[in-house]
């Protein structure tokens, strides 16, 4: 992927993340529940498109956050979907679960309801 592609993806989710998380207030919890694995501390969330300036390392040499225990709350939810891991999948350890199928019926439509 193009360096300019993955930057604009990144920005686009860390705009999105901001919204959702701050602005729209919204209920999260049905994106969490899909979400799979535990913070490995890589640091890769708080180095998209650049460091984050509470971002540092620890006696062993662990990522680290300085805030947080008061981190913003587009951190506390960092990855919301599968997307967000564009770029950072070799580094970051959550997964996500995969998308139910929808069953494609080949056929007859479907009567409208009245």
């Not at 729209?24 to 529940?33: C, K, V, Y």
């Not at 971002?55 to 981190?71: A, N, P, V, W």
């Amino acid at each position: 992927m193009a360096d300019w592609t993955l930057a604009t993806l990144q920005l686009r989710g860390k705009a999105r993340r901001f919204v959702q998380s701050t602005v729209l207030r919204e209920d999260t919890g049905p994106l969490l529940a899909n979400r799979q694995g535990d913070c490995n501390r890589c640091g890769a969330c708080c180095k998209i498109l650049f460091k984050c300036p509470f971002l540092s390392t620890d006696d062993e040499g662990q990522y680290t956050c300085r805030i947080y225990k008061m981190r913003f709350s587009q951190c506390r939810l960092f990855p919301l979907r599968a997307t967000d891991l564009v770029g950072l999948a070799e580094e970051c350890s959550y997964t996500f679960e995969a998308e139910p199928s929808r069953p494609v019926s080949i056929g007859e439509p479907e009567p409208a309801l009245d």
